[in-house]
C-alpha cells in the first residue's frame, strides 16, 4: 500500500485531463489564458488508466477527474468506463464548471461516474459572468440539474469565498442545501502564482481573502449544526442545517491547513505525479 514519508496512506488520486478550460474564473487564470501543453504532452486515456491500474494495486481506491474543464476534452465518459473498469477503484467522481454537464451527466452516469463537484460562486447570471469571465449562469444551472437527475450523488457546489464579490450571498448559497440533498461547500481563495489583475471593480485573491472563520459567522442566522468532528481524509468541515435536504462545508486551506490527514496524490495532464 503506498504510505508517503510522513506515514499519509494514499488511497485518492486526483487525475487532470487537460489544461484547457472553456472560462476564465478570475481566481484561476489570466483572462488570456495559460499557456497551453502540446497535445502530444497531454497523456492518453491508456496511458491515464495504466496509472490508475498501477495506482489501484497500490491502494487507491478513489479517482477524481479534473482539469482544467475535463468535459473540453472529447469523449470523457469513454474514460470513466475504463477506469470503472479497474479493479479496485470504487468512486469515480468529477469536478466540473458544469457548463458541459447538461450534454454529459447522462452518459458520465452510464459509463461509472458516481458523483460531481460543481464550481458555482454566485447565482446571479451577471455576477456570473464576471467572475468566469463570459460563462452563463443559465447553462450550469441546467448542468447541475441534469447531474441530479441522471443520479450523480451526493451533489457538491463549491463556492469560492469572496470579499467585495460574492460575499453577499452567502446565506442565498446555503439556503441550496435545505431545499436540495446538495452539500454546498465554502472555500478559502487560495493565492496562485502569476496572478494577473481580476478586472475592473474587482478585488485580487489578496484582498478578496475571507478567512473562513469569517464565513462561518456570516451564516449564524441558518444555525448551522456540526456533523461528527473531523476525522477521516476529506478536506471539508461539515454542518447541517437544521430542517435541510443537504449539508454545508467549510474548506480552509490558507487559514488552518488540513495537510494531517490528506490521502491525496494528482497526476497533471502531462504525466507528473505531485503530492499537493
Ligand atoms: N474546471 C473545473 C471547475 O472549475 O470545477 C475543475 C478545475 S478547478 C481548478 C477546481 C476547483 O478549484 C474549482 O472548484 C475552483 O473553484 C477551485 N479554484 C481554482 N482556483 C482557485 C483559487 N485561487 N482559490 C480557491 N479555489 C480555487
Ligand atoms: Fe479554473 Fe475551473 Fe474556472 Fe476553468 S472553470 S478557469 S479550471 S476554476
Redesign the pocket.
Known amino acids: 500500500m503506498l504510505k508517503d514519508s510522513w506515514g499519509r496512506s494514499i488511497t485518492y488520486l486526483r487525475v487532470s485531463v487537460t489544461d484547457r478550460?472553456n472560462l476564465r474564473?478570475v481566481?484561476?487564470m489570466p483572462p488570456e489564458g495559460i499557456r497551453l501543453l502540446p497535445h502530444d504532452a497531454i497523456l492518453r486515456y491508456e496511458e491515464i488508466v495504466e496509472v490508475v491500474r498501477c495506482a489501484a494495486e497500490h491502494g487507491v481506491r478513489e479517482v477524481r477527474l479534473?482539469?482544467?474543464?475535463?468535459l473540453t476534452r472529447p469523449n470523457l465518459p469513454a474514460l470513466v468506463g475504463m477506469l470503472a473498469a479497474i479493479p479496485g477503484i470504487q468512486d469515480i467522481s468529477l469536478?466540473?464548471?458544469a457548463l458541459l454537464l447538461e450534454r454529459f451527466a447522462l452518459p458520465l452516469a452510464e459509463a461509472g461516474l458516481k458523483r460531481v463537484?460543481?464550481?458555482l460562486d454566485t447565482l446571479r447570471p451577471e455576477r456570473f459572468a464576471r467572475i468566469t469571465r463570459g460563462g452563463s449562469f443559465e447553462q450550469a444551472w441546467r448542468g447541475i440539474l441534469a447531474a441530479e437527475a441522471a443520479g450523480l450523488a451526493p451533489i457538491k457546489i463549491?463556492v469560492?469565498a469572496m470579499r467585495g464579490v460574492n460575499e453577499d450571498e452567502f446565506p442565498e448559497l446555503a439556503r441550496l442545501a435545505v431545499d436540495h440533498p446538495w452539500q454546498v461547500r465554502f472555500?478559502e481563495?487560495?493565492p496562485?502564482k502569476n496572478e494577473s489583475p481580476w478586472g475592473e471593480d474587482l478585488p485580487n485573491?489578496e484582498t478578496a481573502f475571507i478567512p473562513i472563520g469569517e464565513v462561518q459567522e456570516r451564516l449564524a442566522s441558518l444555525s448551522l449544526e456540526p456533523l461528527d468532528e473531523k476525522s477521516g481524509p476529506g478536506p471539508a468541515r461539515e454542518y447541517r442545517i437544521p430542517g435541510g435536504l443537504g449539508r454545508i462545508g467549510f474548506i480552509s486551506p490558507v487559514s488552518e491547513h488540513f495537510c494531517a490527514t490528506c490521502n491525496r496524490l494528482r497526476l497533471t495532464s502531462d504525466g507528473f505525479l505531485r503530492p499537493c
Open positions: 478550460c474564473c481566481y484561476c479534473t482539469g482544467g474543464e475535463p469536478t466540473t464548471n463537484n460543481i464550481s463549491n469560492v472555500i481563495v487560495m496562485i485573491s
